[in-house]
C-alpha cells in the first residue's frame, strides 16, 4: 500500500518561492506527479517524473519556472517553485502511478494513490 505525505506548502507573495515535498511509502509506482486545484476548478496536472530514468515532464502554465526532482534513498519527490504568480494558488496534491505507461502523463485517469494536499497561496 502507497502511501504519499505531502509537505511545504504555504503563503508566499509574487515573485517568491516555495519547495515541495512529497514523502512516499510502499513501492511499486512507475510515475510521481504533482497536480493542483484552485477553487472551484478542476484539479489539473502540473509536473511528473517517470521513475525509470527520471524524465520529467510540465505543463506549460509553470514550464521554466517549476522543477520536479527526486530522491531514491528518501523515498521523496519534490517541486521547487520560484517566480510564483497569482494564479499558482492552490491545493497542491502528491500522485503515485502504477501503470507502465504512465511517462508523461498529466491526467488525473492514469494516478492511482493521492495524498492529501498542501496549500499554496501566493499574495500579488
Known amino acids: 500500500q502507497v502511501r504519499l505525505v505531502e509537505s511545504g506548502g504555504g503563503s508566499v507573495q509574487a515573485g517568491g518561492s516555495l519547495r515541495l515535498s512529497c514523502a512516499a511509502s510502499g513501492y511499486g509506482f512507475n510515475c510521481m506527479g504533482w497536480f493542483r486545484q484552485a477553487a472551484g476548478k478542476e484539479r489539473e496536472g502540473v509536473a511528473s517524473?517517470?521513475?525509470?530514468?527520471?524524465?520529467?515532464y510540465y505543463a506549460d502554465s509553470v514550464k521554466g519556472r517549476f522543477t520536479i526532482s527526486q530522491d531514491n534513498a528518501k523515498n521523496t519527490v519534490y517541486l521547487q517553485m520560484n517566480t510564483l504568480k497569482p494564479e499558482d494558488t492552490g491545493m497542491y496534491f502528491c500522485?503515485?502511478?502504477?501503470?507502465?505507461?504512465?511517462?508523461?502523463?498529466?491526467?488525473?485517469?492514469?494516478?492511482?494513490?493521492w495524498g492529501q494536499g498542501t496549500q499554496v497561496t501566493v499574495s500579488s
Open positions: 500522485a503515485a502511478a502504477f501503470g507502465l505507461y504512465c511517462a508523461g502523463s498529466l491526467s488525473r485517469r492514469d494516478y492511482n494513490r
Open positions: 517524473i517517470y521513475n525509470n530514468g527520471g524524465s520529467t
